[in-house]
Structure formats: C-alpha cells, structure tokens
C-alpha cells in the first residue's frame, strides 16, 4: 500500500505544473472631469464640500503636490493621457462637441489599454471618450458637419470605426464627448449607440442655477437623464468588476472610469442635490467623491483592493464659472492656491490632484512634490507590468515607479516638463522656473466681466513671454523675463529643441 501511494505521489509530480495566477496588479484609473487643485480637502485645508473617499486614497496611498493634466482643456489632455505623447504635436487644438472626429489616436498608434491588452490584461472604459469619433449618414458618408446638424445626419444602424473598442479597450459603455453638454445626449455600447436620440432636450425639466447654463440645445435619447450620467456610469464599472471576478479571476484587468463630475453644468443626482452647503456646483463634488467612495467598496467587497493600482486625477483645472460662482457665494477656490482656472497657462489651469493608491508597492500618506504629468501614466503602467515601451510611442511619458516605491536614488524623475492651452499655447517647467513662450493666459480673456476681478497687474507688459519662479512667486505675480535673460534663452531653446524632436524623452532601444 505504501509502495502504491509512494508510486502515486512520484506520477503526479512528474505531470506539469498548472499556472499560477497571475502576479500582475490590476490597474484602475478614475478621471474627474474640470476637477481643481482647491476642489479636494487633502490638497486644500480651507476646501468648503468634503471629500473624505478621495482624502482616504491619499492618506493609503501618494499624494503628488506638483501634478500637471497634458493640457488646459479635456480632448487634448486625454489624447496625452491615453498615448503618453502631447496632443500639440499632432497637431490638435480645441475640444470635440457633437459629431466631432475622426478620432485623434491612429489605428496603428500604441495606447495604455492596447499596452496593457499585450500583457494579458482584460481593458474596460466607462464615461466619457471625448477624443474624437468617426460617425456616418445614410449614404455611409463621414459626417464633418459640426453641431445638431451633424446629429441630424447619424445613421444609428452604422458601427463607429474608431470607438475606444478599435483603439485597445475590450469594452466601452459611455459617451462620444461631454455627457451633459453636448449635441448628442445618447450612450454609447462598444461602437454602436444601442438608444438613439429621438427629439430635443427639453431644457424645461432641468435644474435652474448659476452653474446649470453650459449644456446645448441637443437630442436626446430616451430614457437619458442628465442628472443621472454618472450613476449609469458607476453601475456599468461595478459590473464589470464584478463580471470579471466572477469569469476571469486570474485574469489581470485595467478599467478607466472617465467621470462627467464635475464638469458644468453641475447635475448632481437627485439623491445628492442639496447634499452640501455649498449649492449645486458643491453638491456635484460631493456625488464625485462618493463615486470614488462606491468604486473603491467594490474592489474590497470582491477582494481586489489589495491587488489593485488606484489612480486619481483631473483633466484639466476648474472651470471659470464654477470658480467665480464659488468663490463668490461660498468662500470656496477650486483653484486654490494658484492663479489662472480651466484654459490657462497659469498654474490653476493644469495643476490637478494626482494620487496612487497600491497596497505593500506605496507607503500610506506618502507624498512626492516632483513635477509630474498625466503622460506619464503610460510609461508607469509599462514598468508595472514589466514590459518595455517601444520608441515610437508615449514620447512624453516617464516612469514614475521609483518615486511610487519611494526610491529617492534616481534622482529627479523628469528634466523638464511641456504644458499647452486650448490654443496650443506652449510653456516649459524645469525645476522652479516656468517659462511661457507667449503674452496673457493663452486661454481665457481677462477682460471678460467674469474674469476681470482676478486679473492681476502685468508687470512686464512689453515682454512676449512670461518667466516666473514658482518657488518664490507660486502665484504667477512678477514676470522676471528681463530679469534673467540668459534663462531665458535657455529655457526657450530646450522648448524649441524638445518641438524639433518629437519627444520630451530620450531615444529607447526598440524591445
């Protein structure tokens, strides 16, 4: 009998070995939308809607102070994110609406989800695409007619060639552009609208306030309820968490979560209006953070959040009249402590909370104050899966892993940092000293009555750029660009050099 269980044991260790579940973190990237700096309690004490769920991620995991979204408005800056490259080198300005396309990312172009799909990973997007969309009409001709013409025109039985499911995602459930400020009020499934608009959005039914004017006259699609979108879009990401665990557990995944929240018009839910006492706009924070708050319950409840990478951001800073309605009816400052909001070179246009959550990898309350952009989301995921970037993608994406890790030996992460505006605008951050290669914002009018209160005195009106030393001056006060001339000269010529090549990166071996 021995013999013959002796016998049995060496058999089955003679048979191959099954594989073993795989080490690999899942990755979630949760992106608010026109979300400030001064909109999050943990980056702003005097913040007046609490956001305990967002303040929870920083005090688990690292809270990055010198943060900055690819651009000052939203397509651009998630074409950067979703590519790792700058979307002023396509070149592109502006912001999608309706029917607008084709979609900015090439066919042939490497993307994080395509990245993460080579290394095993099940990719899912719910919320809004905005980075370009090809739609057609009855003739199957390319709709280029912006506005409710363009919509006008759809023909909803034609599949949509370049949807975020031909671009790297497995599944995509969301919106062509802004959810609830657009042309096109209808949800997207894969590369189909399942539900199309049947008639005009009846603007009547709406919440009246200072921060309900930015949605157009569009069409709507039954059943579409504007102060709903980012309910819908919470229960499609638990699902798929859910359905993933239950089918592929031993499958890695990567989900982005492209929030409306808190973009105006600011429609909270109706289970979060009058929420806060910082009216609708603070109401619409709140429902931002439970959204976080519900998402970050799901992976727990399906055991996931230990081996989950969380990531939190913004697209760009806060919109201008969420700020000046704020500012002046609660003593709230989305954009706190900086100067400049949404569209702006200044600070308070691109710098956005940024904050990585990764049980045993991150020290909890940790916090890294090296300049970091958006871009470089793409490289980081490619050191956490183990994989090499090519050359010809993600040229402006660095690795931040060492700094996740806490490892100060490498030194600083990024030689120099690109900002652009809605005007393609360009800026240069190395270091303290910021230099902006052109006059004003590069955004906003601040002769506009709105914004005129926050105008501040130009102290080098002759000047045709902006030199500040954010060290000394965060505030963007004292334009030094005859100060230090040599400067910059040097700082105009690294911009120039960094357009002439391409890329803010070095050359890699192609892997």
């Known amino acids: ?29 949760i992106l608010a939308d026109d979300l400030g700096y001064g909109d999050v309690g943990c980056y702003n004490a005097e913040a007046k809607v609490a956001t305990p769920n967002v303040d929870r991620l920083a005090r688990e995991g690292m809270r990055f ?18 590519t790792g490259r700058l979307a002023f080198r396509i070149p592109y300005r502006s912001v999608f609406e309706g029917v607008g396309g084709p979609c900015l990312i090439k066919e042939d172009q490497l993307t994080l989800p395509q990245l993460l799909r080579n290394q095993g990973y099940t990719t899912a997007m719910t919320g809004k695409w905005h980075v370009g969309l090809t739609f057609f009409d009855k003739d199957g001709k390319h709709i280029t007619k912006g506005g409710i013409d363009g919509v006008r025109q759809i023909d909803y039985s034609r599949a949509i060639p370049d949807s975020p499911i031909h671009r790297g995602f497995d599944s995509f459930f969301g919106t062509a552009c802004c959810p609830a400020t657009d042309y096109l009020y209808a949800f997207i499934d894969g590369d189909r609208i399942p539900v199309p608009p049947t008639g005009m959005l009846d603007k009547s039914k709406l919440p009246k306030h200072p921060y309900a004017d930015d949605n157009r006259m569009g069409m709507i699609a039954p059943g579409y ?14 699902a798929f968490l859910e359905q993933h665990q239950k089918n592929n557990p031993k499958k890695p995944f990567f989900l982005f979560h492209s929030m409306n929240a808190v973009h ?9 209006q009058g929420s806060t006492k ?28 230990k081996n989950t990478v969380v990531m939190f951001s913004s697209d760009n800073g806060p919109e201008t009249t969420s700020v000046a309605h704020m500012r002046a009816d609660y003593g709230h400052d989305g954009a706190r402590p900086w100067r400049g909001v949404k569209r702006d070179q200044w600070e308070g246009g691109h710098r956005v909370p940024f904050i990585v959550r990764w049980p045993g990898k991150i020290a909890p309350g940790s916090k890294s104050e090296q300049t970091v952009c958006l871009t470089d989301v793409m490289a980081t995921c490619a050191a956490i899966v183990g994989t090499p970037l090519p050359d010809n993608s993600a040229q402006d994406s660095f690795d931040l892993l060492p700094l996740l890790r806490g490892d100060k030996s490498g ?14 605008a360009l800026a240069i951050r190395k270091g303290p000293w910021k230099y902006l290669d052109h006059k004003g914002s590069g955004g906003n009018n601040y002769d506009n009555p709105q914004l005129k209160p926050y105008a501040l005195p130009d102290t080098a009106p002759e000047a045709p750029g902006q030199l500040y030393n954010l060290e000394t001056d965060p505030g963007e006060t004292t334009n030094l660009y005859y100060k230090y001339p040599e400067l910059v000269k040097e700082l105009k010529a690294l911009l120039e050099s960094s357009k002439a090549q391409g890329r803010s990166t070095a050359k890699r071996a192609n892997p």
Request: hydrophobic content about 45%; overall charge neutral; some cysteine.
């Open 1 to 29: 009998m021995k013999y013959t269980a002796f016998l049995l044991l060496a058999l089955l260790a003679a048979l191959p070995v099954a594989a073993q579940p795989t080490t690999k973190p899942n990755i979630v990237f």
């Open 65 to 82: 102070t010198d943060a900055h979204a690819p651009s000052t408005v939203c397509t651009p800056s998630r074409y950067s994110l979703l």
């Open 225 to 238: 309820d504007l102060e709903e979108v980012d309910t819908v879009f919470l229960q499609k990401s638990q």
């Open 264 to 272: 105006l018009p600011s429609f909270a839910a109706k289970r979060f």
């Open 278 to 305: 910082a009216g609708p706009h603070g109401d619409f924070i709140h429902e931002m953070d439970e959204v976080v708050g519900e998402l970050m319950k799901t992976l727990k409840r399906l055991g996931l959040d």
């Open 411 to 424: 030194g600083v992460v990024r030689p120099y940092t690109l900002h652009q505006t809605i005007s393609l």
